[in-house]
């Protein structure tokens, strides 16, 4: 089925920490998957994409790998900033329906 | 650019009103999505556009729900007649055209209908 699997749902970390956020998904033909961060009463917007092409693909402070064999990629974001509070979404598409599918979102709060 | 446009940024309305959501994709953009969020559903996709046809609307929840776009710069949302638990933000989003490509959400419309 179409289905994006997200965790955790909500991290709470120190600032200076780092965060991790894990998706599954269950289209093996997925070639696509971007992260979006929402912050509270905004739109959702790109952080960071990866295509299947590659493992890992790094900005900055936030990194974005892949598994293609066990279909799962993670969010990482290093020395977490308290503007680095909000809600992340993964997604990956359904290649049969061309549908972008959404994860259920993780709340990260990072404490000052 | 100006970025994907939606309008009204804010709608209250009464139960068994019509509401209709506008919105605006980037110019050049071929594709275009309509997304319900709520706490309760998170983020729905509820139809897309591809060169302004339907290509998908199994996400509308029911038939008060109809979405067009009548040109490659603006689509609407209607909903006749609107119920409570139609209370949600709807974005619009756009992109170029295939599902790999990053879709640009619009502010979306905070709709509470009382």
């Known amino acids: 089925g179409e289905n994006v699997e997200q965790h955790p749902s909500t991290l709470s970390v120190q600032e200076g920490d780092s965060a991790v956020i894990k998706c599954t998904y269950s289209?093996?033909?997925?070639?696509?998957f971007p992260w979006y961060k929402q912050e509270l009463g905004k739109r959702p917007q790109l952080i960071i994409d990866i295509r299947s092409n590659v493992g890992e693909k790094k900005d900055q402070r936030i990194a974005v790998t892949l598994n293609k064999t066990a279909k799962h990629f993670s969010l990482h974001i290093t020395e977490t900033q308290p503007e680095d509070s909000a809600v992340y979404f993964c997604?990956?598409?359904?290649?049969?329906?061309?549908?972008?599918?959404f994860g259920t979102g993780t709340l990260l709060a990072v404490q000052p | 650019d100006a970025g994907v446009i939606q309008s009204p940024r804010h709608e209250v309305t009464e139960m068994g009103q019509e509401v209709t959501l506008r919105c605006k994709p980037i110019s050049g953009h071929n594709s275009l999505f309509w997304y319900r969020q709520t706490m309760m559903r998170g983020l729905e996709l509820l139809i897309y556009f591809n060169n302004n046809v339907p290509i998908d609307d199994s996400g509308m929840p029911e038939d008060r729900f109809s979405a067009k776009m009548p040109n490659a710069s603006f689509s609407t949302l209607k909903i006749q007649p609107s119920e409570p638990r139609d209370s949600a933000v709807y974005f619009c989003a756009s992109s170029q055209l295939a599902v790999q490509e990053t879709q640009y959400f619009g502010p979306g419309t905070r709709l509470l209908v009382l």
């Open positions: 997604a990956a598409p359904v290649i049969a329906t061309n549908k972008l599918i």
């Open positions: 289209d093996s033909a997925s070639n696509y």
